[in-house]
């Protein structure tokens, strides 16, 4: 059973831009996901959807689901993870309190993510051909030993967990993502729009890690603006003000070989999609609530 949801930060609603009073509120944002017919809808940043009972009765008013929700922590920072540890705490909290808001929906994924350094978001794709920016093996030893701290925690409050790539950390490209997975024993949260920034192919990401794939996350993306920000080097902000991530099917993103190539390996579960954006002074109003009432069109004609 496939479940779709949506997710703050398609409105820009996001930890970078938490705070914006140029933003949309929970409530608007809740409207407009619902109203698109999406089915749940990911946290977003911690306390933005609301916590405990306010959580819950802004989800069930509008028939939506918790579908997971961004928990990045300083995996290879021994001091900085104690702090990060706590946070994913209260975020648990958040989410065991979200499980009955929906019934018969897939459990919310807590969706664990490195930090990676200041060198790492200061370059987009050095995951590709950055050596000098990469791991060695005392820094994967404690990237996996704090990310299995991490899962346990998870799991000892009955949710499992799901491990988010993403550009600018130490799990970007596709051999940082084979050295993850051959290290510990936690789900990938594919997310097809890091995956191009970080030199990877959806379609081979299926057919190799298929059956560590817990987690969707669906975006579109134009490689030619991805490749610009690296080339550049003008940090992961860039990603996002200069619109690299853009509705399904006007990107590099073949959407249609990869939902079929999803579906053949019996994927069950929450595929979220997002279209990462910061707002700009010349978009036009209800530009976000368009593209993904756009974006639940273009995946209703095929049928999910």
């Known amino acids: ?35 698109a017919g999406y089915a749940g809808i990911d946290l977003g940043p911690l306390g933005f959807l609301g916590r405990g009972d306010v959580l819950r009765g802004r989800l069930r008013e509008r028939g939506l689901a918790l579908a997971g ?30 499980l009955d808001a929906a019934d018969g929906a897939p459990p919310p994924r807590p969706t664990l993510a490195d930090a990676g350094s200041p060198a790492r978001a200061a370059n987009p794709g050095a995951g590709r051909d950055r050596p000098e920016l990469w791991l060695d093996d ?7 030993e704090g990310l ?18 993403h550009a600018c950390t130490f799990v970007e490209a596709p051999h940082e993502i084979d050295r993850l997975l051959e290290r510990t024993d936690v789900g990938l949260c594919l997310d097809t729009g890091h995956l191009l920034l970080g030199g990877g192919d959806a379609a081979v990401a299926l057919k190799e890690w298929g059956d560590r794939i817990n987690h969707i996350h669906l975006k579109d993306a134009r490689v030619e603006v991805l490749d610009g920000v690296v080339a550049d080097r003008a ?17 590099d993103l073949d959407v249609g070989s990869f939902l079929d190539g999803l579906l053949a390996t019996g994927y069950s579960g929450w595929i979220v999609v997002e279209q990462d954006r910061i707002p700009g002074p010349g978009d036009p109003p209800g530009r976000a609530e368009a593209d993904q009432r756009h974006n639940r069109e273009a995946l209703r004609r095929r049928g999910i």
């Open 1 to 35: 059973m496939i479940r779709l949801a949506n997710a703050p930060v398609s409105f820009g609603v996001f930890e970078l831009t938490e705070g914006s009073e140029e933003l949309p509120g929970p409530e608007q944002v809740l409207d407009a996901v619902a109203g």
């Open 69 to 98: 929700g961004w928990v990045q922590l300083r995996l290879t920072d021994p001091d900085g993870l104690e702090e990060d540890l706590r946070v994913l705490d209260a975020a648990l909290t958040v989410f065991a309190d979200a």
């Open 138 to 144: 005392a820094g994967w030893d404690r990237l996996a």
């Open 148 to 165: 299995g701290r991490a899962t346990d925690r998870c799991r000892a409050r009955g949710l499992e967990p799901t491990f988010h790539h």
């Open 235 to 251: 940090g992961m902000e860039a990603v996002w003000r200069r619109g690299a991530f853009c509705r399904l099917g006007e990107g």
